[in-house]
């Protein structure tokens, strides 16, 4: 029994690692901020993983984070603790991000170049389908009970870690660049690099979110795998390279 309770935690973890690298490899690096183009078939493995593990529309996310972008710890953003309050941020932000993700004003202006094709009115607009299907594979693997705890496990998981890089990531941390947000060692390990928010918003056009020795982005390292196999080009960013030399200066 207690393997078997360890092997549905131990697979929700997995999930949830797939769903956060999925979110800032492809939503937010690839999609939002175009600093990664990757070739077709990576685009499509990434928008399935999306589909499954997060039930996410592309378009919606990257609409809110372009807003929230637009109007950082400011009147307009979706999601500022500095606002809104660090439990507000923390604990609903799913909520906070549908709030805005449904005003058709808000996809209209900040996803206008990300278009609705075929795919998504067959298959990636129906995340209750997308998610079904991620919960069937878990039980199949698991077993109903032990699949559908997983899949529990990884929706508090996933909710909590991406909340967190909004909530935690614009009131504590280490700042190297002027702007409100911090950089936060421990959640960039567990949310795929994320953590080092201060760097992002110091440059948002960045692939690599890590400027200096000791800081890690794991979503860096899935990129680079998929530059080295020829899946994914890395925009040159100046300004990335500039601020990487100031902070090792």
Known sequence: MLRSFSATFVAAAVVTQIAILTTTVYLHRTLTHRAVALRPGAAAVFRTLTWVT????PRQWVAVHRLHHAHADEEGDPHSPRLLGFGMVQFANAYLYRRAAARPEVVERYARD???DRWDR??????LVGLGLGIA???VVLGPALGLLAALTHAVGYLLLSAAVNAAG??????PHPNAAGNLAWLAWLAG????????HAVPTAARLSFSRGQVDPGWWVISMLRRAGWATVRLDPAAVSARQRATA
């Open 170 to 175: 614009h009131l504590w941390g280490r700042r």
């Open 114 to 116: 990300i278009k609705v």
């Open 54 to 57: 997060t039930g996410i529309r």
């Open 137 to 139: 594979v878990l039980c």
């Open 122 to 127: 067959a298959l990636f607009d129906h995340a």
């Open 193 to 200: 690099g994320e953590g080092l928010h201060n760097n992002h």
